[in-house]
């Protein structure tokens, strides 16, 4: 039996801005791709509205009155395979503004189009976290197994990390420092880990804590993934705000969807 599937909002590309009635083309185009959307997930219940007023604010209207909405999906054009999301006001907004999961899918690429990104280390079709192991984030860890679990997939968390300040070039003097700091830190990642994969056992977890810098790191090993999760910290930030230098990064260059998960 195929696992229940959650209720998701998700964004139609339809005249959100344009006051007045809808026009009959843009219903009609609503009313194929929800036929389509059905015909090509057995099981799938769609269902289609069409707002009026501020795109950002008319999602956030339509999750709330959903009530159940676990999800919301935002689609975008691709600007070729380096460029992912092209996060404007409305993306912004709606991260800050939902307290949802959010996301991210641009539209697929012809073959060969842009600039290709080497495949990661991993298999095609892992999802893959990216865990700050200063804040691990529970609503992330949460959302990456729960997903990893109800498609089957393998997880794959992966930490960047630098050598702490002050120590210069001694990993150029030392290398064994390296290999000692890199152990240490995926032992704590293994120890964060521990609870989740007790939890979600059918979930084939690796860990990987990697030396670098987080957002190169993340789009690196996000290549041929089908999810890369990411987290969001709120507090501090006020609705609308800006996102981290980690989340915008890979927003705009990973070819993967995204989710983004808020905490805090």
């Given at each position: 039996?195929?696992?229940?599937?959650?209720?998701?909002?998700?964004?139609?590309?339809?005249?959100?801005?344009?006051?007045?009635?809808?026009?009959?083309?843009?219903?009609?185009?609503?009313?194929?791709?929800?036929?389509?959307?059905?015909?090509?997930h057995e099981g799938l219940v769609v269902t289609v509205e069409e707002r009026t007023g501020r795109p950002a604010a008319e999602l956030a209207g339509a999750v709330d009155d959903i009530g159940r909405t676990q999800?919301?999906?935002?689609?975008?054009?691709?600007?070729?395979?380096?460029?992912?999301?092209?996060?404007?006001?409305?993306?912004?907004?709606?991260?800050?503004?939902?307290?949802?999961?959010?996301?991210?899918?641009?539209?697929?690429?012809?073959?060969?189009?842009?600039?290709?990104?080497?495949?990661?280390?991993?298999?095609?079709?892992?999802?893959?976290?990216?865990?700050?192991?200063?804040?691990?984030?529970?609503?992330?860890?949460?959302?990456?197994?729960?997903?990893?679990?109800?498609?089957?997939?393998?997880?794959?968390?992966?930490?960047?990390?630098?050598?702490?300040?002050?120590?210069?070039?001694?990993?150029?003097?030392?290398?064994?420092?390296?290999?000692?700091?890199?152990?240490?830190?995926?032992?704590?990642?293994?120890?964060?880990?521990?609870?989740?994969?007790?939890?979600?056992?059918?979930?084939?977890?690796?860990?990987?804590?990697?030396?670098?810098?987080?957002?190169?790191?993340?789009?690196?090993?996000?290549a041929g993934a089908s999810l890369l999760v990411v987290g969001l910290l709120l507090r501090g930030h006020p609705p609308g705000g800006r996102v981290g230098p980690v989340t915008g990064a890979v927003l705009h260059?990973?070819?993967?969807?995204?989710?983004?998960?808020?905490?805090?």
């Amino acid at each position: 039996m195929p696992p229940p599937r959650r209720p998701v909002a998700r964004h139609s590309r339809g005249p959100l801005h344009r006051p007045g009635p809808s026009s009959a083309s843009t219903a009609a185009l609503l009313r194929q791709g929800a036929k389509e959307a059905e015909r090509d997930h057995e099981g799938l219940v769609v269902t289609v509205e069409e707002r009026t007023g501020r795109p950002a604010a008319e999602l956030a209207g339509a999750v709330d009155d959903i009530g159940r909405t676990q999800l919301l999906v935002l689609g975008s054009r691709g600007l070729g395979s380096l460029a992912g999301f092209v996060l404007g006001s409305v993306g912004l907004s709606v991260l800050h503004d939902v307290r949802r999961p959010v996301v991210y899918v641009r539209s697929a690429e012809p073959a060969g189009a842009g600039d290709a990104v080497a495949a990661g280390p991993g298999a095609a079709g892992d999802v893959v976290l990216g865990l700050d192991l200063e804040r691990p984030a529970p609503p992330a860890l949460e959302f990456a197994f729960r997903e990893a679990a109800l498609g089957h997939s393998a997880l794959r968390v992966v930490h960047a990390w630098h050598m702490p300040v002050g120590f210069g070039q001694a990993e150029i003097m030392d290398p064994g420092l390296v290999q000692e700091i890199g152990d240490g830190t995926e032992r704590e990642l293994l120890t964060v880990l521990a609870p989740w994969t007790e939890r979600f056992p059918s979930v084939k977890t690796t860990a990987e804590a990697v030396m670098g810098s987080p957002a190169v790191q993340l789009v690196y090993a996000s290549a041929g993934a089908s999810l890369l999760v990411v987290g969001l910290l709120l507090r501090g930030h006020p609705p609308g705000g800006r996102v981290g230098p980690v989340t915008g990064a890979v927003l705009h260059h990973v070819s993967a969807p995204v989710a983004v998960v808020p905490h805090g």
